[in-house]
């Protein structure tokens, strides 16, 4: 705010007015979405892309403002995660959901890592990538369960508790990237990861066990009072987490699991609106630096991986939900929900801004999220009939050998 | 009502299932909101819901009522078996109503008309059994029971 003061009034005049514009447009595009049933992230990433970098429209005078903003965005989608389960809720997805999370990590994770290794991204690109395929954009799930009128469905428990244990990873996955994205020798690094997932391990515990207590301090009666000192409270820890170099976000995601109560749900009632607005500044600066001309190298890699792991969510959501005894018609819709992508593959991705990872990450994350953010819901509205990975295996197995086709079925079956 | 089951579901709630003697399978979704969810399951496909009813809290507790085991009904049956002969009766309070906006105690109800007021219905809101201080707010369902020639002042006198 000083900054924009200091610049002089015709500065803030025009800084006033390019939020507005931008602001107004993010509005068009999310009541757009809303209309047709989809998450507005797909929106706010193609419309970032077409008026980027070289596109139509620059943004000169409230840039500082947003990167500020786009930054306190991911903040608050972290925070509002967080706030999503309780602790009890997440000790819980451990222990009866770690077979499927394992299952989902195994079978989401490694396309994103190998695909990043084939594309000469290195170790941490491929890290990064790993992170944007493995995550299911929570937000687009659960939405999909309420519009669909399936929380009542007995496959739904299975899904989220999918999503609760991938919070749980992210949990991790997040302090790692951070120290590695500083840099520095492999010993120091693997100090400082260690450092790290300690930090975040016993804050963890604290904020499941002391939940009550933080909560009870920060209670007010006052929303104003309480909005204020929670907001506060994030972009303190928040700061301290960047400070250790553990990762603003995570600083966020830890003081939404130590709320507890009637506080955690007042704040998820003041700071969620706050959330849409911030977040939607982060995802559309994501989309505006991407250079336009950068997209159609990464398309065919994008869709490709798109496809890929669209069919292993899928059979991790069979599989999760085969787990509670659910028949083939219900594996098939819990795997269907789990397809998109959206808001956590995309702050996945802008953590690499700046730092040495390859830069095609932003183009290819945001394709990605673009092709699935869009085909995830569809898929499961409609439902249609999706091979499973074991019989393409045995389909491939046959197609390779056809010669030997029979003793290839007999050998995989 | 047979076995009930819980589920929970985190980061929504939790869910109830119980089948009825028909074997219907019924399922109830308790929000953190307060909100519910009657889901009613498919036979063909049993892990699905055929049709599922939202329900807002104050709506939840109206359907509560309706079933049976709440305070409302309970009063209106201890009621009911104390005189034989006696009738139930719901009106609305309508705009001019000569008890519109007036208490059960300065509209000496009892006196005036003999019956008694079992509950007040409210924009969803129930206040089983009100007392002197109770309101019949414009708009309002009354539910009274008493003798027909009472009940049939009380109509006059809540409408309009």
Redesign the interface.
Known sequence: MFVILAAGSSDVAMAFIELGALVIGLGVLARLSHRVGLSPIPAYLAAGLIFGTGGLAQINFADDFIDLASEIGVLLLLFVLGL??TGA?LT??LRKGWRSGCVDLALNFTPGLVAGLLLGWGPLGALMLAGVTYISS?GVV?KLLGDL?????????SV??I??FEDLVMAAYLPVLGVLLVGGSVVSGAISVGVALSVTALVLVLAIRMGGPISALLSARSDEALLLSVMGLILVVGGLAQRVQVSAAIGAFLVGIALSGEVR?RAEDLLTPLRDLFAALFFVLFSLRIDPGDLPPVLVAAALLAGITALTKIATGRFAARQLG??P??RD?AGMALVARGEFSIVIAGLAAGTVVDSALAPTAAAYVLILAVVGPLLARFNPPVPSLDSMRRRLARWRSPDRAVAGGDASA | MGRVSE??????GA?FDFSTDDGEQL???V???GRR?V?F?DTD?????RA?VHLEEHEARDLAELLGGSRLSEEVARLRHQVAGITLDWLTVEAGAPWAGSTIGDAEVRSETGVSIVAIISDGATSPSPGPEGVFGIGDTVIAIGMPDGLEVLAARLSG
């Open positions: 999503e389960y809720e819980d997805g929570s659960s009128d399936r929380m009542a469905n007995r496959e739904t428990p989220l508790t999503l609760v749900e659910v028949g018609r219900g819709r | 589920s929970e579901l985190p980061g929504v869910r399922g109830v979704v929000h953190r909101s969810d889901a399951y496909d049993p892990d699905a819901c599922v």
